[in-house]
């Protein structure tokens, strides 16, 4: 099968994840030791940067470029790994902690120490009892090999990592409001800028990275930033994690090399649809992806800014034509009102009043009225919101309303 290289996923049949040999045997923490042996902080940058590595997220910004921009600020610093995931739908970062934390633990030492920060933290989604048990266990085994601590590798190097569990708000996935939360605020965005590279964690430099990104750091730096660089797409290189969910027949966690089109994707690795089922269409990043029909599953996936269809987590949902589109939509809609923070008016009243509209034309009981208040609606969030958080909430219903109009509203005529 193409695109059959893994990083991430390699290994995962041969670990415990409670046991810290386990990954030693595989050659765990040898990008680590090669570090505090062999290389300066600025080489490590170096190589990531070269790697072309994009945040994992769903922002896709260059992880080189945050952590060069933090390691030349001074003084106190601090490094976050984002592992709320809270997209309905999404689960590939608390696959990495069950299968392999060490790996990720292993990607966070080495970025932390590379910008100079003494300090880490792990983000997790609050419903993540079970992972945060994982990672503590496996920090302090990390700790007894001096992989973490003081004196890393009998070096001069010192990091402890600390785990916070944040209330499980989709709205903490974006910096600010995971900031604001660490730091025992409400969990809402900040204006920018400044942005957490020059003033973050109690207003100091801060990165803030995504795990499944982090994750791809230890292959990196044992392998290089070039050789990561000649993996999948040329627009962004590496491997990515996606969830295919739906009416494909194998569902789950793949891994794939970036660039792989959506139709690969689901029929060369999903195995196709279920035997009686008609694709309709795929929806691609979470609740807050765009939808695609038939004719548009030859795009590529990646991280490309030009990419009109974005990647965002990686989650793919597969929907038939028996599927009711009035109790998808109402989801969606249903989602967003509950997540939304409430700091700003046009997200607060406009997701609540999507819902409402909604949930009249899963009823059949749409006016025209409520036809020509939804346009207004969707146009508001897309354009006024204070974060994409409100953009987010409108995207799939306006792809629905666009795309499959003429299904949606004919029984409400």
């Known amino acids: 099968m193409k695109n059959e290289l893994k ?95 060490h790996l990720l633990l292993e990607g966070i030492i080495l970025c932390s120490l590379a910008i100079g920060a003494e300090k880490a933290f792990i983000y997790l989604n609050g419903r993540y009892e079970e992972q945060r048990e994982i990672l503590a266990q496996a920090i302090q085994q990390a700790r007894k ?3 973490l601590g ?47 590279v020059k003033a973050g964690l109690f207003g100091c430099p801060t990165v803030i990275n995504n795990a499944e990104t982090i994750a791809n750091i230890p292959w990196i730096i044992k392998n290089s930033g070039e050789k990561y660089k000649e993996i999948g797409s040329i627009s962004s290189p590496g491997s990515k994690l996606f969830i295919l ?25 999903g195995g196709g649809l279920l035997s009686g089922k008609e694709f309709w269409f795929a929806q691609l990043g979470g609740s807050s992806g765009r939808l695609l029909l038939e004719d548009e599953l030859d795009i590529k996936l990646d991280f490309n800014k030009k990419n009109q269809y974005p990647l965002g987590s990686g989650s793919v949902l597969v929907v038939d034509k028996t599927v ?43 006016s025209q009225r409520d036809k020509e208040a939804m346009e207004d609606i969707l146009w508001t969030l897309n354009n006024t919101t204070f974060c994409p958080l409100g953009k987010f909430s409108a995207t799939a219903i306006q792809d629905a309303i666009t795309k499959l109009g003429k299904d949606i509203f004919k029984k409400n005529n």
């Open 7 to 101: 990083i991430i996923t390699k290994d995962w049949d041969k670990l415990n994840p409670l046991r810290i040999e386990d990954y030693i045997a595989i050659g765990g923490y040898q990008s680590l030791e090669k570090f505090i042996s062999k290389l300066k902080p600025s080489e490590i940058i170096a190589e990531i940067k070269e790697s072309q590595l994009a945040g994992r997220g769903g922002a896709g910004f260059l992880m080189g470029e945050k952590l060069a921009q933090v390691a030349e600020e001074k003084g106190t610093k601090y490094f976050i790994c984002n592992l709320d995931e809270s997209e309905p739908g999404t689960y590939k970062d608390r696959a990495i902690v069950d299968h392999n934390p």
């Open 145 to 147: 090999k001096y992989f």
């Open 150 to 196: 003081k004196n890393i590798f009998q070096s001069d190097y010192k990091l402890s990592i600390e785990l916070f569990s944040g209330a499980g708000a989709y709205i903490c996935g974006e910096e600010t409001a995971l900031i604001n939360s660490l730091e025992g605020n409400r969990g809402e965005p900040k204006l920018k800028p400044p942005y957490p």
């Open 245 to 269: 969910g739906g009416v494909v027949k194998n569902k789950g966690l793949i891994e794939a090399q970036t660039g792989i089109t959506l139709r690969e994707l689901i029929y060369d690795f």
């Open 324 to 366: 009711d589109i009035y109790d998808l939509m109402l989801s969606w809609a249903s989602f967003f009102r509950r997540e939304s923070c409430g700091k700003c008016v046009p997200c607060r009243e406009g997701t609540f009043r999507l819902w409402g509209i909604i949930k009249r034309l899963r009823d059949r009981e749409i």
